[in-house]
């Protein structure tokens, strides 16, 4: 069975293909738009598809849309009909719904051959959760889907046995953990849908002075749940306006609301295991991107392994889709094996971009120990390797790399990328080299929980530490990405440090870079030092070859 999945409704638009059971592609329109998050995140964009993203899955496939089995979309407008209603000049919201009852009508309008009454509408939170336990490789394990909203709920939590979802609890609306936390966002000045994860690293600036405030208004119910609506944000700190600067009442309402999130999601962990007693936890949807909440229910909770969906935000829901129509339809589903679900590029097309954009390139014998040289030396090399990563995580084939050792890098990358100074950056390490070095769930493949750095490695690998002594790791498998762990090994012979700086090569406001033009784009527009792009290698003027 064949099985384009679509994720069209909120934000981060995007599309996957399921053949036979086999991930066969998964991007991101954003990628291929240039725009960030591929549409504005409102009841008005949602009859735009992820056209672009679409299409390349389908090419990627090698199929035609008249070869689809089905078209699973990540919504079900029968749910949310019973919440929204009629399209009323005061309830814009039902014009969401009436989009997404269209949506056969619009999929046409792009891909005439689409076969009729192809369509199938998966739940989103249900679509969020088949992300988790179809593509990851747990197949009996306990599930908890946790983001803004979906259809006219905001949390899910339930057991997986053999590959099939029961369901245990629903949070309904208007009570959403990270719709409080989206408002937060907006309180702190940054874009709501977009920079929640800037609140999380503020929060490691902060004392949680308004935690008891936030005890009060968000707590878990007896049915597996929780109450959280009604803040009064003004009364805990004006809204800042976004070229203000930060100041202390900022970072401290982000640690009273990220350390009460945190509590919520321990405590609905806990219920969870007591009714399942299972012993791994799978996790999907937008909360699931925070990464501290994870490490501390990894740490703390009652599950031996949590294991997260890294395109865990809306993206995702479009390859849970897929899997999930795939699996109900009778295909056995293969778990996905990398997060590189993306574009990719040979050698030929490389060099094309670079002659035809009349760029100095050279290729060297090697570029793994070239590009490690180059780090070694204190420079910063734009890493360009392989398929592009599904969501939004740089994980070595769309990367800026650069030496830990010296704490200016932390600033300096943070220049590069226009980003605010209290952004912490990333630390890549083998998986045989970590536990020496982090505390905390090993391996991380995903870069999805923090660990604590151990003290004898904190000067060492000081712009990889973050104020409050963690760091987001990214381990590396040699068997699944052998050029990263040729890097790896390359610089740490040069410098005796097995640590590499690793952070998304992109600019503020920008998508991830996905082609080679992207990245061309981007050398050209920010003071990196040298581009490792395939085989190839860029200097920039005055870096020594």
């Given at each position: 069975?064949?099985?384009?999945?679509?994720n069209?409704v909120?934000?981060?638009?995007?599309a996957?293909?399921?053949?036979d059971?086999?991930?066969?592609?998964?991007?991101?329109?954003?990628?291929?738009?240039?725009?960030k998050?591929g549409?504005?995140?409102?009841?008005?964009?949602?009859?735009?598809?992820?056209?672009?993203?679409?299409?390349?899955?389908?090419q990627?496939?090698?199929?035609?849309?008249?070869?689809?089995?089905?078209?699973?979309?990540?919504?079900?407008?029968a749910?949310?009909?019973r919440?929204?209603?009629?399209?009323?000049?005061?309830?814009?919201?039902?014009?969401?719904t009436?989009?997404?009852?269209?949506?056969?009508?619009?999929?046409?309008?792009v891909?005439?051959?689409?076969?009729?009454?192809s369509?199938?509408?998966?739940?989103h939170?249900?679509?969020?959760?088949?992300?988790?336990?179809?593509?990851?490789?747990?197949?009996?394990?306990?599930?908890?889907?946790?983001?803004?909203?979906?259809?006219?709920?905001?949390?899910?939590a339930?057991?997986v046995?053999?590959?099939?979802?029961?369901?245990?609890?629903?949070?309904?609306l208007?009570?959403s953990?990270?719709l409080?936390?989206?408002?937060?966002?907006?309180?702190?000045g940054?874009?709501?849908?977009?920079?929640?994860?800037?609140v999380?690293?503020?929060a490691?600036?902060?004392k949680?002075?308004?935690?008891?405030?936030?005890r009060?208004k968000?707590?878990?119910?007896?049915?597996?749940?929780?109450?959280?609506?009604?803040?009064d944000w003004d009364?805990?700190?004006?809204k800042?306006?976004?070229?203000?600067?930060f100041?202390?009442?900022h970072?401290?309402?982000?640690?009273?609301l990220?350390?009460?999130?945190?509590?919520?999601?321990?405590e609905?962990?806990?219920?969870?295991y007591?009714?399942?007693?299972d012993?791994?936890?799978?996790?999907?949807?937008g909360v699931?991107?925070?990464?501290?909440a994870n490490?501390?229910?990894?740490?703390?909770?009652?599950?031996a392994?949590?294991?997260?969906?890294?395109?865990?935000?809306?993206?995702?829901?479009?390859?849970?889709?897929?899997?999930?129509?795939?699996?109900?339809?009778?295909d056995?589903?293969?778990?996905?094996?990398?997060?590189?679900?993306?574009r990719?590029f040979?050698?030929?097309?490389?060099?094309s971009?670079?002659?035809?954009?009349?760029?100095?390139?050279?290729r060297?014998?090697?570029?793994?120990?070239?590009?490690?040289?180059?780090?070694?030396?204190?420079g910063?090399?734009?890493?360009?390797?392989?398929?592009?990563?599904?969501?939004?995580?740089?994980?070595?084939?769309r990367s800026?790399?650069?030496?830990?050792g010296?704490?200016?890098?932390?600033?300096?990358?943070?220049?590069?990328?226009?980003?605010e100074?209290?952004?912490?950056?990333a630390?890549?390490?083998?998986?045989?080299?970590?536990?020496?070095?982090?505390?905390?769930?090993?391996?991380?493949?995903?870069?999805?929980?923090?660990?604590?750095?151990?003290?004898d490695?904190?000067?060492?690998?000081v712009?990889?530490?973050?104020v409050?002594g963690?760091?987001?790791?990214?381990?590396?498998?040699?068997?699944?990405?052998a050029?990263?762990?040729?890097?790896l090994?390359?610089?740490e012979?040069?410098?005796?440090?097995?640590v590499?700086?690793?952070?998304?090569?992109?600019?503020?406001?920008?998508?991830?870079?996905?082609?080679?033009?992207?990245?061309?784009e981007?050398?050209?527009?920010?003071?990196?030092?040298a581009m490792?792009?395939?085989p190839?290698l860029?200097?920039?003027?005055?870096?020594?070859?």
């Amino acid at each position: 069975m064949k099985v384009l999945g679509i994720n069209a409704v909120f934000h981060d638009s995007a599309a996957a293909l399921v053949a036979d059971g086999k991930i066969v592609a998964a991007a991101e329109e954003e990628r291929f738009s240039r725009r960030k998050h591929g549409k504005e995140c409102n009841p008005f964009t949602t009859w735009e598809l992820p056209a672009l993203s679409a299409a390349w899955c389908l090419q990627e496939a090698g199929i035609d849309a008249d070869e689809l089995d089905a078209v699973a979309y990540s919504y079900d407008p029968a749910l949310a009909l019973r919440t929204n209603g009629d399209v009323t000049a005061a309830q814009w919201e039902g014009l969401r719904t009436l989009y997404v009852q269209h949506a056969e009508g619009f999929l046409r309008s792009v891909f005439p051959k689409l076969p009729r009454n192809s369509v199938r509408f998966v739940r989103h939170h249900v679509a969020h959760a088949a992300s988790a336990y179809l593509a990851g490789p747990h197949r009996t394990c306990s599930v908890i889907v946790a983001d803004g909203r979906g259809e006219n709920a905001s949390f899910l939590a339930g057991r997986v046995r053999d590959g099939n979802l029961e369901v245990l609890a629903v949070q309904h609306l208007p009570h959403s953990l990270g719709l409080r936390y989206e408002e937060a966002t907006t309180q702190l000045g940054f874009r709501r849908s977009s920079d929640e994860y800037k609140v999380m690293g503020l929060a490691a600036y902060g004392k949680p002075v308004h935690l008891d405030y936030f005890r009060r208004k968000i707590t878990v119910n007896g049915n597996g749940g929780f109450y959280a609506d009604g803040i009064d944000w003004d009364a805990l700190c004006p809204k800042r306006d976004k070229d203000q600067p930060f100041k202390q009442q900022h970072a401290d309402l982000a640690a009273s609301l990220q350390i009460r999130l945190e509590e919520v999601l321990l405590e609905l962990a806990q219920r969870l295991y007591d009714q399942t007693h299972d012993k791994v936890l799978v996790m999907a949807g937008g909360v699931a991107l925070n990464c501290v909440a994870n490490a501390r229910l990894a740490r703390e909770g009652p599950f031996a392994e949590i294991w997260v969906q890294p395109a865990a935000g809306d993206a995702g829901t479009a390859l849970g889709a897929a899997l999930y129509v795939s699996h109900a339809a009778g295909d056995r589903v293969e778990p996905m094996q990398s997060a590189a679900l993306g574009r990719h590029f040979s050698e030929q097309q490389v060099e094309s971009f670079l002659r035809e954009a009349h760029v100095g390139y050279e290729r060297p014998a090697n570029i793994a120990e070239a590009a490690a040289e180059i780090i070694a030396c204190d420079g910063v090399v734009a890493w360009f390797q392989g398929k592009s990563e599904y969501g939004p995580r740089a994980l070595g084939h769309r990367s800026l790399l650069a030496h830990p050792g010296f704490a200016a890098n932390l600033d300096r990358l943070n220049h590069i990328k226009g980003r605010e100074e209290f952004r912490p950056v990333a630390p890549m390490v083998l998986n045989d080299r970590a536990a020496a070095i982090f505390e905390g769930q090993l391996p991380s493949p995903y870069m999805l929980f923090t660990h604590r750095v151990k003290r004898d490695w904190r000067e060492r690998i000081v712009a990889a530490v973050h104020v409050d002594g963690t760091a987001r790791v990214q381990t590396v498998d040699r068997a699944e990405e052998a050029l990263v762990a040729e890097m790896l090994e390359a610089f740490e012979r040069r410098t005796g440090t097995p640590v590499v700086i690793n952070t998304s090569l992109n600019t503020a406001g920008r998508p991830m870079v996905d082609e080679p033009r992207d990245a061309l784009e981007c050398f050209g527009s920010a003071p990196i030092d040298a581009m490792a792009i395939g085989p190839f290698l860029i200097r920039r003027s005055g870096v020594a070859a």
